[in-house]
Structure formats: C-alpha cells, structure tokens
C-alpha cells in the first residue's frame, strides 16, 4: 500500500491590508503562517461545510498494484496556473504510482477548442479524466459523455453546472475570493472612488463567481461608484485596451479589478501605457511571473493567489478513488494567499507564486 498526504486546503490570508479581516469570512478555514502576519492584518475566518481544510490532513492509502490511465485536460495551454496545477498533478501520480498521464489543453479558453480534445480523449477511453471545462454550459455534453462511458471526471479549477458531472470538484473559493478583492481595493482606494472589473468571458464558473463576489461585496461601499465589468477574452492586449479607453471614458478611475492572470496582466499593461500605474490601484487574482514583476514595479497592489499545485495534486488522488471505487470528497475548497509588494520577499507568501515549468 502506498500512502499520500491530503494537502493543505485552508485560507491562508497573508496582507498587509486591514481588509484580510474579511478575508475568508464565511468561505474558508483561515490561518496564518507562523510569523508572517504584518501588523494589522488578521485571518479568522469560518469553514466552509464539507470542504477539506488544513488541520485535516490526512494520509490516503493506495495499492501498489495500480495500472491506470488519467487524462489531465487543462483549460487552456501555456497558463502558468494550470501548469502549476500540472505540476501537482504529476507530483502526485508518480508519488501513487501505477498511473499513465497524458496532459492536453486547448490553445484558448474556448469550449470549442476544448471539446474536440475531450472527444479524442474519451475515444482513447481512461480510466479518468481531470479537466477544467471551459464553459459551464457547453463543456457538459462531452463530460456526461465520457461519464456514460464508465470514465470518473474529475473537475479541477472550472466546473459545469449540471451538478451530476464530476465525481469531485476541487477549486478555489472563487466566489469568496472575489469579495475578498473588493474589501482589498476598497481599502487601497482609501473607501472612495470609481471602479471597474475585467473578466475574462461570461460562461467560466470560477471568473464569474470571482465577478459576482466582487460585485455583491462592492456594493456595501457606499462612496465607491463601480462602473461594470468588460470582458478580455484571456488575452492581455484586450485588457489593456479595455483599460486605456475606460481610463479616456473615466478619468476619475481609482481602482481595477482583473479576475485572472491574463486580464490581470494585461490591466497593468494598459495602466502602464496610459502612465498611470500606481495611481490607479489594481487587485489581480493569480500570480503568474509577470504579474509578480508587476506586483514588484509596483505596478500591481495585490495578487489573490490560488493554490493550483494542491488542486492538482487532490484531484489526482480523489481520481485514483474514484476509479478503485472508493468514497470521494465530492467537493473540496483550496485556499488564497495574497501577495502585495510588503510581503512578497516572504518564503511563506513567495512559495505560491506560479511555476513557468515544474523544474523550477
Ligand atoms: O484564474 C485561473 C483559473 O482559476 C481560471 O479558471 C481561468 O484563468 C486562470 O487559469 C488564470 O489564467
């Protein structure tokens, strides 16, 4: 029998923004790495029911004598978070052992790129497939598919919304870290001002709760006008072309907030170009290399880091269940870090950045 540890799952707020208060609250367990904590700053939150969290941990035991196939499908190439997530991924199944992975991703976030690949792959008939599906309506059909096939799916990152498909989901609070952003920029515009979301696309389950998080969680702000969301399509030259023409529209803009890596990147670009970095606050979810050059320049105030590795890393492990016909968790939260440019020379914070690849 081969034993591996259930990872970590809790929040981990590390800030230097009073708002950390809020951080978690009502969404996951939270806790602080010992000594890392700025002043003014605090991480008690409330746990979410039925997720995994830190304090859990736990050893999950597999036989010796697996020999099996899992398919990690990502939502897109080339994205420092799922090759994070790959990392985990393959961390995981060479630890398990007995396990054959092949990795694939569309080129885009596109469900029409995606689902071509999820076909082929169902062809070639794993024992599981790990996937990040594209759009919560137009990912479901290949899914139930492969599910109606004896496949186990396992949703990382992304979900569907036909709540059947997946025997587990392991994914960030998003809806959480959304409101988490909000308390963060309202705080670094001193409570004031006007702002703005980029999203990627409408139809991504975890940038749409991220949107709506904000949004709710904006709104009790009495004295900040908040504008809309626009949309990059994940691409970093749409982002910083929302941002410059917003910025012509709204001269007053004080704050940003950029739902994933490549619209966060591409909103500091565009604040950058029109040379108001650092007047214009932006909180960005994820924590890719350039964002952290971003984040260094000063460019960027904040950075909601996933945890991509521990997604990847539990999805393997609730697939390997999945296949043996064991019991899974049929959903499990991952935590948040946040990144400013106070703590980010911090090992405890530093370690969540992304992985460009998985030998660094
Ligand atoms: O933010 C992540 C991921 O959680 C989201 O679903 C899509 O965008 C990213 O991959 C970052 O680019």
Not at 19 to 46: D, I, R, V
Not at 131 to 152: C, F, H, K, T, Y
Not at 245 to 256: F, K, N, Q, V
Not at 312 to 321: N, T
């Amino acid at each position: 029998m081969r034993k591996t540890p259930i990872r970590g799952a809790a929040f981990v707020g590390v800030v230097g923004l009073a708002s950390l208060a809020m951080f978690g609250a009502g969404a996951g367990a939270s806790t602080e790495p010992p000594g890392t904590e700025p002043e003014g700053t605090e991480a008690e939150g409330t746990e979410a029911e039925g997720t995994e969290t830190e304090g859990t941990a736990a050893e999950l035991t597999f036989p010796d004598d697996l020999d099996l196939n899992l398919t990690f499908v990502q939502g897109v190439i080339g994205d420092e978070f799922y090759i994070s997530m790959e990392c985990g991924v393959q961390d995981a199944a060479e630890e398990i052992g007995g396990i054959s992975l092949d990795v694939q991703g569309p080129d885009a976030f596109d469900a029409t790129l995606q689902n071509p690949i999820l076909d082929s792959v169902i062809a070639s008939a794993p024992d599981a497939i790990l996937v990040a599906p594209n759009d919560v309506e137009a990912s479901a059909e290949p899914l139930q598919r492969a599910q109606d096939e004896g496949i186990e799916v396992i949703l990382v990152d992304t979900v569907v919304n036909d709540e059947s498909i997946g025997a587990s989901r392991i994914a960030s609070d998003n809806f959480g870290g959304g409101v988490a952003a909000a308390d963060s920029l309202a705080e670094l515009i001193g409570g004031e001002g006007t702002v703005m979301v980029v999203n990627v696309n409408p139809g991504i389950s975890t940038t749409d709760l991220r949107q709506q998080g904000f949004e709710e969680q904006i709104a009790t702000y009495p004295d900040i006008e908040y504008i809309g969301t626009e949309f990059s399509n994940n691409e970093p030259a749409r982002a910083a072309e929302i941002v410059t023409a917003t910025l012509a529209a709204h001269p007053d803009l004080s704050g940003i907030f950029a739902t994933n890596l490549f619209s966060a990147q591409g909103s500091a670009t565009g604040l950058v170009q029109a040379g108001v970095q650092g007047d214009v606050q932006i909180v960005g979810f994820d924590a890719g290399p350039a964002q952290v050059e971003q984040l260094e320049a000063g460019d960027v105030q904040a950075l909601v880091m996933q945890k991509p590795y521990d997604i990847g890393y539990q999805g393997v492990q609730q697939a390997v269940l999945a296949v043996l016909g064991e019991e899974v968790t049929p959903e499990i939260q991952t935590g948040f870090v946040v990144a400013t440019a106070d703590n980010m020379d911090d090992p405890e914070v530093n370690q969540w950045f992304y992985k460009a690849n998985c030998d660094e």
